[in-house]
């Protein structure tokens, strides 16, 4: 690993909601801000492109009714590859930074949603995408879930990036096979809202000896579109918070280098040492010297899924 400090920028904002070309331009807008204020790496929160489907909490899922909830986010998700995938690599490859963006993703491969992290490189590349393993209550009525072909780290110059969306971080074994990888920064993109999260991040990051950036948008009611049908009877005003971003850094011993920012959009920002990483683990390292593999043994099966395997001369 080629230690170099990184500052990171936690992107706390309101996505125009359900508004995936204008929420991509938002985004765009902001990479370049934050890169501007000199951050070598980009963090969104969960599903920001088009936004996260709220009203899954506050209704009975399945029921869309006159407002067609579902079918206004399948229209609006985000295709990969696709233009809005391409744009955000534009941004990321022109101000030279890593971004990780949170976006409900339309497979290509099926007619399915899916809660995914893009990771961008500074050469406008796409590095990967991460799949939710397990979407929480309802979400499972708009999301699928991924697999383990998608939960990997990637190499920067400032070390290992990976990441885990929202309730992904009280899964233990998500957790572990990521330490197992050696992630240096893990991302938590989150909806959770809770006084326990930063808590939360803090004991991973302490558990995992690595750096933790995570960050939620901020929404309120007033956010929401009055054109959409129905819209005034599950959602008030300015004071109806849905999110409030409760953005924040922490360091490899679990300690709160930066924020948590909360109900008002911002960046939080904070400068890393990746030499840190090296001395925390010396006391503690998971998946080393603390993992005794004689006593316990986890096995990750890093393969996609499919449910048709096409066999023969006319396989494609």
Same mark, same amino acid.
């Given at each position: 690993?080629?230690?170099?400090?990184?500052?990171?920028?936690?992107?706390?904002?309101?996505?125009?909601?359900?508004?995936?070309?204008?929420?991509?331009?938002?985004?765009?807008?902001?990479?370049?801000?934050?890169?501007?204020?000199?951050?070598?790496?980009?963090?969104?929160?969960?599903?920001?492109?088009?936004?996260?489907?709220?009203?899954?909490?506050?209704?009975?899922?399945?029921?869309?009714?006159?407002?067609?909830?579902?079918?206004?986010?399948?229209?609006?998700?985000?295709?990969?590859?696709?233009p809005c995938v391409d744009r955000l690599a534009e941004a990321a490859g022109t101000h030279g930074v890593?971004?990780?963006?949170?976006?409900?993703?339309r497979a290509s491969e099926s007619h399915t949603l899916y809660n995914s992290i893009v990771f961008f490189?500074?050469?406008?590349?796409?590095?990967?995408?991460? !799949?939710?393993?397990?979407?929480?209550?309802?979400? !499972?009525?708009?999301?699928?879930?991924?697999?383990?072909?998608?939960?990997?780290?990637?190499?920067?110059?400032?070390?290992?990036?990976?990441?885990?969306?929202?309730?992904?971080?009280?899964?233990?074994?998500?957790?572990?096979?990521?330490?197992?990888?050696?992630?240096?920064?893990?991302?938590?993109?989150?909806?959770?809202?809770?006084?326990?999260?930063?808590?939360?991040?803090?004991?991973?990051?302490?558990?995992?000896?690595?750096?933790?950036?995570?960050?939620?948008?901020?929404?309120?009611?007033?956010?929401?579109?009055?054109?959409?049908?129905?819209?005034?009877?599950?959602?008030?005003?300015?004071?109806?918070?849905?999110?409030?971003?409760?953005?924040?850094?922490?360091?490899?011993?679990?300690?709160?280098?930066?924020?948590?920012?909360?109900?008002?959009?911002?960046?939080?920002?904070?400068?890393?040492?990746?030499?840190?990483?090296?001395?925390?683990?010396?006391?503690?390292?998971?998946?080393?010297?603390?993992?005794?593999?004689?006593?316990?043994?986890?096995?990750?099966?890093?393969?996609?899924?499919?449910?048709?395997?096409?066999?023969?001369?006319?396989?494609?």
């Amino acid at each position: 690993m080629t230690v170099d400090l990184v500052r990171v920028a936690a992107v706390q904002a309101a996505p125009v909601f359900l508004d995936k070309e204008a929420t991509t331009n938002k985004a765009c807008e902001l990479i370049a801000r934050a890169a501007g204020e000199g951050a070598g790496l980009v963090v969104f929160p969960e599903s920001f492109i088009p936004t996260y489907p709220d009203w899954l909490w506050r209704r009975r899922p399945w029921d869309d009714g006159e407002a067609r909830w579902f079918v206004r986010f399948a229209e609006q998700a985000v295709s990969i590859p696709g233009p809005c995938v391409d744009r955000l690599a534009e941004a990321a490859g022109t101000h030279g930074v890593y971004v990780t963006m949170g976006v409900t993703e339309r497979a290509s491969e099926s007619h399915t949603l899916y809660n995914s992290i893009v990771f961008f490189g500074p050469n406008a590349e796409v590095l990967g995408v991460h !799949r939710k393993l397990m979407p929480t209550g309802a979400e !499972r009525l708009v999301w699928g879930q991924g697999d383990g072909s998608s939960l990997r780290t990637y190499e920067t110059p400032f070390g290992k990036l990976g990441g885990l969306i929202c309730w992904e971080n009280y899964m233990p074994f998500a957790r572990a096979a990521l330490y197992a990888q050696g992630v240096d920064i893990l991302v938590a993109p989150t909806w959770d809202n809770a006084d326990e999260w930063v808590p939360t991040m803090r004991h991973v990051a302490k558990e995992g000896r690595t750096f933790v950036v995570s960050v939620s948008p901020v929404l309120r009611g007033s956010d929401v579109p009055a054109d959409i049908p129905g819209r005034d009877e599950i959602y008030g005003g300015d004071d109806d918070w849905m999110s409030k971003g409760n953005g924040v850094v922490v360091d490899p011993y679990g300690r709160v280098v930066a924020g948590p920012l909360v109900g008002e959009e911002g960046i939080v920002y904070a400068d890393l040492d990746p030499r840190l990483l090296a001395k925390a683990r010396q006391q503690f390292d998971p998946v080393g010297h603390y993992s005794r593999p004689d006593v316990f043994t986890l096995t990750v099966h890093p393969v996609g899924t499919s449910p048709v395997v096409v066999e023969g001369p006319h396989a494609p």
